[in-house]
């Protein structure tokens, strides 16, 4: 019970092999996990830092468009700051069917024949 | 007409019976709840990670938890009640940060660590000298968080309760401090968490009451609402509009971009944040608390604009700022106009919202003394001091002494603190946390090439440009806000150090990795990235 102490890289719970792994990584099956990963992942995550920058751009130095009246008392900048809100919970919930479809099942595959075979 | 003029001579002292009954029952509550936990809490895994069984909506609420500190709360409803627009520029900031943790960070974090920030960033490098350089920069963020809140903590509660004297806030902090190192050291995660769960459910209903009066008073028209806020503020449609407090000068308006990375990029960074990934069993968990805690978070600031705006239509700005300079007691001066300033239901109301923005308090620094002993402990004794070879029982007991430290300290530094102007120092955290531990996470995760040398030119590269920033900006002296307003050695013009300290951690670990000579371990980059992915031979 008093066993189980680091270091935490060496094998534990009967951790693959190093050589496994690196025929893991190196075969298609996981280049296609990496790349539907990063293939999301990174090109959204520019595109999110980009809209909120974009965002603080405006709200520095576009006073004026910002002060545009939608309706009533509600500005454009109501409106952005709210759409920055709503983008938020729209790529959370889009991330969310993507990594369920496409990312859990070929994670699942791998790690389960890792493990079943190890 | 105006007695209540002053929430801390006035009205408090008379609600103060009731405010400190509420304040007891939560504090008895949670340390039932502490005990509780406590008796389960057997191994290290129960103590660092809660034993790993939460559910993701659990720590989803436990996340929310420890991310809306009172600095959310009382900080944000405050700005907005004073800035108005600029105020609600923070929490887009906070929410937006979350799609960085969630896209890049809690899943790969939750797959290949097992305590702490450090277990990641060490996983594929050489152990101690990693170790060493994630421990300290996760002190040093909690340390600067932790302060935030324990300063914060002793001027709030002094106000809520009408205490006005040195010793009365003093005994505050210490308080706040006891009671923190009682709910880490007996109920360690499982504890934490559960106590992060029931503040995050008092906050949010807290909230929820208050909007629906706000929003009753004006008949839920959103636009009458802003149109008196605008004008009873005194400062008409430029309330409604960004500007009012960045806009003032080039500099501000630089500042607020600095200020806008650092939170966007620092939220991923936090280790407080980072270890709430390892209370649940699979990263699918981690990933689906992230989305829960997106949409908790997103409504409560949601709801902070209507508490906001509220303020400032319902209450005279003097008003607030006679209570608190800036702006920290607006939401709870907001539930006593709703109530009715002479009548019972005011005093209920202040008194609940006064109780939960207590609990806020004692939560989140709950989670931080966690976060900070739980790396001294794991990273620093067990992998750097005993070279891993410390039995379980004997880093258990080395985080709950280091609880006991870091409680100690914070009590003196807060108490030190408690007439400085430390509310900025909740940005500077997340500044912190994006430059020096940001840049680490994402090149261990993704950069095959990536070194011993590199992480540690990142981390401790971003730690330095950053804290140095800081330093010798107008946050710690030169200004009347300043933290030292009487000296002026500040050369640096932003409060904010992000925008360049945060490029520094980048341009740093991958300068380290290409300027060394020293071979990436590609089998363990492997290892990593396997395990990262896929959640083979996760704990």
Not at chain 2, 185 to 198: A, D, E, H, S
Not at chain 2, 320 to 338: E, R, V
Request: charged share 15%.
């Amino acid at each position: 019970m008093a066993t189980e102490t680091p270091p935490p890289s060496k094998a534990e719970h009967q951790l693959p092999s190093t050589e496994e792994f690196e025929q893991v990584q190196e075969s298609a099956e996981f280049a296609e996990l990496r790349s539907a990963h990063r293939s999301f992942a990174f090109p959204v995550t520019v595109a999110f830092i980009v809209w909120y920058l974009l965002y603080v751009l405006l709200c520095n130095y576009a006073d004026d468009f910002m002060d545009t009246k939608v309706v009533g008392n509600i500005n454009i900048a109501l409106v952005l700051g709210l759409a920055q809100f709503l983008t938020t919970f729209l790529i959370a919930w889009w991330y969310a069917r993507y990594s369920a479809a496409k990312l859990d099942p070929k994670g699942e595959a791998i790690k389960s024949r890792m493990e079943g075979g190890a | 007409m105006s007695p209540e003029i002053t929430l801390a001579a006035g009205e408090a002292s008379q609600h103060r019976p009731l405010i400190i009954t509420l304040f007891a029952i939560f504090v008895a509550a949670t340390l039932v709840i502490t005990v509780w936990a406590g008796r389960q809490t057997k191994s290290a895994a129960d103590f660092y990670a809660g034993g790993r069984q939460f559910t993701a909506f659990q720590n989803g609420l436990a996340v929310s938890g420890d991310y809306m500190s009172a600095a959310s709360f009382l900080g944000i409803a405050g700005a907005i009640a004073l800035f108005g627009y600029d105020g609600f520029l923070y929490s887009i900031g906070f929410l937006v940060a979350w799609l960085v943790a969630l896209l890049l960070v809690a899943e790969p974090l939750r797959n290949s660590g097992r305590y702490t920030m450090g277990d990641v960033l060490a996983y594929r490098m050489r152990q101690r000298p990693v170790r060493t350089a994630a421990g300290t920069s996760t002190i040093v963020v909690s340390i600067f968080y932790l302060l935030a809140q324990m300063a914060g903590a002793g001027v709030l509660v002094s106000l809520l309760l009408g205490i006005t004297t040195d010793a009365g806030k003093i005994g505050i902090v210490a308080l706040v401090g006891v009671l923190m190192i009682v709910y880490v050291t007996i109920g360690g995660m499982k504890g934490t968490t559960w106590v992060q769960m029931v503040k995050a459910c008092l906050l949010i209903a807290g909230a929820l009451l208050l909007t629906f009066l706000v929003l009753l008073k004006f008949n839920f028209n959103i636009s009458d609402l802003l149109g008196k806020a605008a004008s009873n503020s005194g400062k008409g449609s430029a309330f409604l509009n960004p500007g009012l407090k960045y806009g003032a000068t080039g500099t501000t308006k630089l500042d607020f971009i600095s200020l806008g990375i650092a939170l966007v990029l620092g939220t991923a960074g936090l280790p407080h944040i980072l270890i709430r990934f390892y209370t649940v069993p699979t990263a699918k968990a981690a990933r689906k608390s992230v989305i829960w805690a997106i949409g908790l978070i997103g409504a409560f600031y949601l709801m902070t604009l209507a508490l906001g705006f509220g303020a400032a239509a319902l209450i005279k700005p003097d008003e607030i700022i006679a209570s608190n300079k800036a702006g920290n007691t607006a939401a709870p001066l907001l539930a006593l106009h709703l109530g009715g300033v002479d009548s019972n239901w005011g005093a209920i109301l202040l008194a609940t919202i006064s109780a939960v923005a207590f609990a806020t308090i004692l939560a989140v620094v709950a989670g931080l003394t966690l976060a900070s002993s739980s790396s001294f402990a794991h990273d620093i004794y067990a992998n750097v001091i005993k070279r891993g070879k410390a039995t379980e029982k004997q880093e258990m007991a080395a985080a709950r002494y280091a609880t006991v430290g870091i409680g100690a300290v914070s009590i003196v530094l807060g108490a030190l603190a408690r007439d400085l102007n430390v509310a900025g120092l909740v940005a500077l955290a997340f500044a912190v946390a994006a430059s020096a531990n940001l840049p680490t996470i994402l090149y261990s995760l993704f950069w095959k090439r990536f070194t011993t040398s590199g992480a540690l030119w990142s981390i401790y590269g971003g730690l330095v440009a950053a804290v140095g920033l800081v330093l010798f900006s107008p946050v710690v002296s030169g200004k009347p806000t300043s933290m030292f307003p009487d000296v002026d050695f500040h050369w640096f013009p932003l409060e904010n150090p992000g925008i360049i300290s945060i490029p520094v951690g980048f341009l740093l670990g991958w300068l380290g990795t290409i300027l060394s000579k020293e071979e990436p371990d590609t089998g363990k980059y492997a290892e990593l990235e396997v395990r990262s992915l896929t959640g083979t031979g996760a704990h």
